[in-house]
């Protein structure tokens, strides 16, 4: 398996800007989660799916964020506008409640730059 | 709700040398315990994880960790670091039951020659 797999690796935009973060989850994988890695405050559980359905989404800092899972196989998180203090490491994870091993499988993430 | 503190941000030791990175979590329910490991500009990897059983846990690379309910720790311990060992480390909490996990801040460990 390719592992999760995260587009764009690197995404540098300017402030107003929409930003679309992507991910592949492994497949057959039936939860899906958005991460965010800050210096200042680590790393935050922004919204996780199961079943394509979204879960808990309290993590979420504010409208200007959302996430969707059209299908089993795809999940976008968007920020619109973009903000400085969004910059960050922006990371998908995946598991399966199936096999209950509870190991969430993580991309590489996607380095987002907002000038 | 579950909460995991880790209290060194940063353990810097050499290499050969052992290491212990420490993790204590709080919560009123059973808990599933984990230590992940990330290198330099790559996502997290998942070291080992605690659900039940033998509270002795050995992952891979050579590390383990202890489960101790009464202390309410995770510690995670290596015998002899090797250079390849520096990265940063994190200790992460789930409620039995549920795949949501709660990381700590992450412990930055570094080895040098």
């Known amino acids: 398996d390719a592992g999760v797999i995260q587009s764009p690796r690197h995404e540098v935009t300017e402030m107003g800007q929409e930003v679309t973060l992507r991910c592949k989850p492994i497949?057959?994988?039936?939860?899906l989660f958005w991460y965010r890695q800050t210096m200042m405050r680590g790393l935050e559980l922004l919204i996780y799916f199961n079943n394509n359905v979204p879960i808990d989404d309290s993590g979420m800092p504010e409208d200007r964020f959302s996430a969707k899972m059209p299908n089993a196989s795809f999940s976008t998180l968007k920020i619109q506008p973009s903000e400085p203090r969004d910059s960050a490491v922006y990371f998908c994870?995946?598991?399966?409640?199936?096999?209950?091993?509870?190991?969430?499988?993580f991309g590489p993430g996607t380095r987002l730059t907002v000038t | 709700a579950q909460s995991v503190t880790q209290l060194d941000s940063q353990v810097p030791v050499f290499e050969e040398a052992p290491v212990e990175l420490r993790c204590n979590y709080s919560?009123?329910?059973?808990?599933?315990l984990f230590w992940y490991v990330q290198y330099p500009n790559q996502g997290l990897q998942l070291l080992l994880k605690y659900l039940s059983g033998s509270t002795l846990v050995k992952g891979i690379n050579g590390f383990e960790a202890e489960f101790n309910k009464s202390q309410t720790s995770f510690h995670l311990r290596k015998p002899s670091v090797h250079i390849s060992d520096t990265a940063e480390y994190f200790c992460a909490v789930s409620r039995g039951g549920f795949q949501k996990l709660v990381f700590g801040t992450g412990t930055r460990l570094l080895v040098s020659p």
């Open positions: 497949s057959g994988h039936d939860y």
């Open positions: 994870a995946s598991t399966t409640g199936g096999r209950r091993s509870y190991e969430q499988y």
């Open positions: 919560s009123s329910v059973s808990v599933y």
